[in-house]
């Protein structure tokens, strides 16, 4: 475990980034002195990620989808953020193909890392998502939504109907996904 | 949104990504940025002393003089630098805000200087931090009462007042007797009689001469009429000037109520029961146990004394801590005298004949004051009553100056906390308003947009600037994101908003909700609540909403992210169909027009054209829930729904989102 309040954290030096990244020397500047005036200690925590991303989403609760979002982002599983992750991770979304954008969201979904995506797995990342709506929504909210939604997306998703979802099926499933494919492309330029 | 939050909205837009797969409709478009420039460092020249900051750290708050464009109106070309003629020190704390997020304000400073600068600036006082809020508020309110203070003494100073009535100018006379020589006069003489009346009281008593008989007459008796006639000369004096005063109280309700009228009536009441009562025999022993309230008119020198009402009011408001120094005492004597009872049982001829006797010993040795008149005799008496005189040098002896030095601790300290917490009520009233704008605003460009695509659809262009409104990129991004979480889920956000009415039909994967039974839900609910609270306040409007959600969902939220208190239950929102409807705005009974009224100015003008127009009515809501509070009996809501489903008009076109 990382002290955050004692150590400050250093990123990697900006040449590697550079190498490690798809972003422009401006641009990588750009972001660590966002990141450095957010956290001076360079490093972020998973209880300062879950109250700065719920900021975004003040009608819900975003906690439990920022802890899935925080350990997809956190490639070396030490318990918090350091730029490197942080710009590694927004490098792949932003400047990625579209190989490595599925091959993170896989990532995101299949919460222990396994390389399957059980049901179980794909209904707790839907219920978190449900969760940031809130409650005061419209069509309510029902309790069988997220399940329904689980069940929609793994008739799509597994082919062979093993239960388990892998890279595969979702990579091929997607790809023949136009709305899919199309949406994930809506984010190229913010950075 | 904080400066803070925006610096990290890129990310979770980025993170975004991660709800592609498992949204089964098309994303919305993102917002396009028009000029994208690069980071770039300005100039900021505050009186010859230059500061330089990246130009998106003071976008962040686009709605202030050096985040809006408003700072191009400083621009130099020639020095190519933004020049402001103000302090530069303050100038440093603001800028700091926008670095930093948090207004902090410097002790050196002058309030009203500094004051002045956020107001050129645009910056709410509100923002300051934590850290420097409450001694901003203690100078400003300090500054203010200085103001109000020197306006009185210049007001007093002046001859010329505007007009005051009779009344008024003499309760101003009495209230400050150094207006006029003629309220000079009248308080050095009810000054005096205060003292003739107290003398004469004390006087009375003693003993003067004797009579034949060997009998010492107090002088009371022996001058009783000389006596009498002075009593009855301050008392008409005081009954005079009290009824003076309530003539001139602005408000008699509450002078009555005062102290000092109240000790007033003390003083001279006896007088007149005394009068009253002389004929009795019977009760003229109670009659001259009243007499012992004329001391209270020495009470009534703390009119003439500012220091006596200070004291008075430091007493009441140390109440609480002399209060537990009384009771502790209590129970210490009462522990001693039990103690000292049962040690001096067995002795013969003890004066501690019963614990209550005791206590006067447990006082007396207490209080160091040892009359010597109750002495214990047995040793363990002795014993005990050592320990008993050097406890109470303790119970007493310290405490006293600890709480006199308290008091005045403790009682700035009290009237601190008492005004935090007021101020933290209210400034999380403000934080809560904010982050009710924040998703109405939301929702208001959302609606924007798609009144966007509508109207390219319909053609009407030149009514596209009324619609877009000057939401900042970032805003403006922020809610591209709540949208794509919105078609991911295929929920949308319900927040309320008598305009918000862009009814969408939904496709595929969530149900429609038949307006009418949606509307009946929430008409019962707030039926049901509105016997109970029935004051129209914001309140009530929590509640009411409260029970409308968690009667459906049976949870209630329990996240300080949720803004759900101040949502309140309104419209309805579909997704990806727009109704756009044809308003007769004259048809509409009054209630309605008057929430038309909050209409965007924009969409009015477009009633007047005969085609389609983008008037935007709410549907037919409860008008319990309007959000001005405007109060409606309950009885009248079903019919006033159902006159409202009646004169919408037909005129119904469905338009398809892209």
Redesign the interface.
């Known amino acids: 475990e990382v002290e955050l309040s004692t150590v400050r954290h250093q990123p990697e030096e900006l040449e590697q980034l550079l190498a490690q990244t798809k972003f422009t020397k401006t641009e990588l500047q750009s972001l660590y002195r966002g990141f450095k005036n957010e956290c001076p200690s360079g490093l972020v925590d998973e209880d300062t990620f879950k109250l700065i991303y719920s900021q975004f989403f003040p009608q819900g609760d975003a906690s439990t989808y920022a802890h899935f979002l925080f350990d997809a982002f956190d490639a070396d599983r030490n318990g918090a953020l350091c730029f490197q992750d942080f710009v590694v991770g927004l490098s792949v979304l932003l400047r990625g193909t579209v190989h490595q954008k599925l091959k993170w969201a896989f990532n995101l979904y299949d919460i222990n890392k396994d390389g399957y995506i059980t049901k179980e797995e794909m209904l707790e990342i839907m219920k978190s998502i449900y969760d940031m709506m809130g409650r005061c929504t419209h069509p309510t909210l029902r309790d069988s939504a997220p399940a329904e939604h689980v069940e929609l997306f793994f008739q799509k998703m597994d082919r062979n109907g093993d239960g388990v979802v892998t890279f595969e099926e979702f990579l091929e499933t997607c790809q023949k996904d136009d709305d899919i494919m199309s949406s994930m492309q809506i984010f190229e330029n913010v950075i | ?2 400066a ?2 925006a ?21 919305p ?2 917002p396009t ?1 028009k000029n ?1 420039r ?2 770039e460092l300005i100039i900021l020249n505050v009186s010859g002393r230059r500061f330089q900051t ?1 130009r ?1 750290t003071l976008e962040r708050y686009p709605d202030t003089l050096l985040g809006s464009t408003e700072k191009e109106f400083f621009f130099n070309e020639d020095t190519k630098e933004y020049f402001f003629d103000r302090d530069p020190e303050v100038f440093r704390c603001i800028l700091n805000f926008y ?1 930093t997020g948090k207004l902090h304000y410097p002790r050196y400073e002058c309030i009203s200087a500094y004051d002045e600068e956020l107001a050129f600036y645009g910056i709410l006082p509100e923002i300051i931090g934590d850290c420097c809020y409450e001694e901003y508020k203690d100078r400003k309110r300090e500054n203010a009462e200085r103001l109000m203070d020197d306006n009185d003494s210049e007001n007093n100073q002046e001859g010329s007042m505007p007009s005051l009535s009779f009344r008024q100018t003499m309760w101003r006379a009495f209230e400050n007797p150094h207006t006029s020589t003629l309220a000079l006069v009248f308080y050095y003489v009810t000054g005096f009689f205060i003292a003739v009346s107290v003398i004469t009281n004390v006087v009375e008593t003693v003993p003067c001469g004797t009579v034949p008989g060997n009998k010492e007459l107090p002088c009371g008796e022996r001058y009783a009429v000389a006596f009498f006639c002075l009593d009855t000369a301050c008392v008409m004096i005081f009954t005079v000037e009290y009824l003076l005063r309530l003539f001139a109280a602005p408000s008699r309700y509450r002078f009555i109520r005062s102290v000092m009228s109240i000790i007033d009536v003390v003083a001279i009441m006896p007088y007149y029961i005394g009068l009253v009562m002389t004929n009795n025999e019977d009760v003229s022993g109670a009659f001259v146990t009243l007499r012992v309230f004329r001391v209270f008119r020495i009470f009534k020198f703390s009119r003439h004394s500012q220091g006596l009402r200070i004291l008075g009011y430091t007493l009441k408001s140390c109440a609480s801590e002399l209060g537990f120094l009384l009771f502790s005492l209590t129970m210490a004597i009462i522990i001693f005298a039990t103690v000292m009872f049962y040690a001096e049982k067995g002795s013969s001829a003890s004066k501690f004949t019963s614990i209550p006797a005791s206590f006067w010993y447990t006082i007396v040795t207490m209080t160091t004051l040892g009359y010597g008149d109750m002495v214990p005799k047995t040793i363990a008496g002795k014993i005990f009553g050592s320990i008993c005189s050097l406890s109470g040098v303790l119970v007493i002896a310290l405490p006293v100056p600890v709480i006199v030095s308290n008091f005045s601790r403790i009682y700035h300290q009290n009237q601190r906390a008492d005004k935090r917490r007021a101020q933290k009520k209210a400034r999380l009233a403000r934080i809560r308003v904010a ?1 009710t704008g ?2 109405n605003a939301y929702l208001h460009s959302k609606r924007n947009g798609l009144l966007n695509e509508a109207l390219e659809l319909t053609g009407s262009t030149e009514d596209e600037q009324h619609m877009t409104k000057g939401t900042s990129l970032i805003e403006s991004q ?1 809610h591209h ?2 949208h794509c ?2 078609k ?8 309320d908003d008598p305009l918000l009415s862009v009814r969408t039909s ?1 496709i595929k ?3 429609f ?1 038949d307006e009418q039974l949606f509307e009946q839900n929430c008409m019962e609910s707030s039926m049901q609540n509105y016997p109970s609270s029935r004051s129209p306040s914001l309140s009530s409007h929590h509640g009411l ?1 409260t029970s409308c ?1 968690s009667r ?2 049976k ?1 209630t ?1 329990h ?6 208190p101040a ?1 309140r ?1 309104r419209s ?3 997704l990806s169909t727009i109704h756009i409807q044809c308003s007769e705005q004259p048809s509409l009974t009054t209630s309605r027009s008057s929430l038309n009224m909050k209409s965007d100015d924009g969409l009015r003008p477009n009633c007047k054209t005969a085609q389609i127009t983008t008037a935007i009515i709410s549907i037919p809501t409860p008008p319990a829930l309007t959000p001005e509070g405007e109060s409606r009996p309950p009885p009248s809501s079903p019919s006033h729904s159902t006159n409202i489903s009646t004169t919408t008009t037909s005129n119904i076109v469905k338009v398809s989102a892209l």
């Open positions: 949104m904080a803070g939050v610096a990290w909205l890129p990310f979770a837009r980025a993170a975004a990504i991660g709800w592609m797969p498992v949204a089964n409709c098309p994303m478009l993102a940025e994208k690069q980071d990246w998106t670095r982050k924040s998703s922020h994101l709540l979480l919105e991911t889920t295929g929920l949308s956000y319900l927040v939904t994967n969530h149900e909700i909403t959600c459906r969902t949870k939220t996240l300080p992210n949720s803004s759900v949502t239950l309805m929102q579909e």
